[in-house]
């Protein structure tokens, strides 16, 4: 499993917050099936590493798993030992994107400055996540791919979905991580995967 190759085929991740281990294998079934290949579960989710190990056993060879708010070097150790091979931050700490590399995960770090990302390239960050998106809006995202190195892959996370991603491709974004666009406890499996297959026409639409 290549995760560059992975994300590259549908920059898109599904972010799986509040799925608990019981229902976990049959949501990222309804993700797999409408196309998603990359999955984060929030480390705020109910019993979020028994989720990431059920989903890495299942899903590891065919799609890039692993965890989001991920916070302390502690907590990536325990994601690699799940089985995981993605990490996810709400924010920029140099020791745990550096851990996430030791570990040889896939670091998508959050930033909002160029102060941030480049704290988090100098890490060894290979993606970075703009978080929250929305609150700068295109703009913001334009102004930091200005200065950032050409070609960095940003993903834009936070207020972002179908109804708006064209918007987003054109100012720059690489990918996009979505939500509640995608999923919260209470949708069924089906709705999930009609939610989906939405969003994903929408990106490819958007190209």
Request: a neutral charge.
């Amino acid at each position: 499993m290549n995760p560059d190759a992975l994300l590259a085929g549908l920059p898109i991740v599904a972010i799986l917050r509040g799925v608990t281990p019981g229902r976990v294998l049959g949501v990222a079934e309804a993700l797999f099936d409408a196309g998603i290949r990359a999955i984060e579960v929030p480390l705020n989710s109910p019993d979020a590493f028994a989720s990431i190990e059920s989903l890495a056993r299942m899903f590891g060879d065919r799609c890039l798993i692993g965890a989001g708010t991920v916070l302390n070097a502690a907590d990536v150790d325990r994601v690699a030992a799940a089985g995981g091979k993605l990490l996810v931050t709400p924010n920029t700490n140099p020791a745990v994107i550096a851990r996430g590399v030791e570990q040889g995960l896939t670091v998508m770090p959050g930033f909002y400055t160029p102060s941030e990302a480049f704290a988090a390239l100098a890490a060894g960050a290979k993606y970075l996540k703009l978080f929250p998106a929305a609150t700068g809006g295109t703009d913001h995202l334009k102004a930091m791919l200005a200065v950032l190195p050409k070609g960095q892959p940003v993903y834009a996370v936070g207020g972002v979905g179908a109804g708006n991603m064209q918007e987003w491709r054109r100012a720059g974004a690489a990918g996009f991580g979505l939500g509640s666009e995608l999923f919260k406890p209470d949708f069924s499996d089906e709705d999930i995967a009609a939610r989906v297959r939405a969003s994903v026409a929408a990106f490819k639409a958007a190209n």
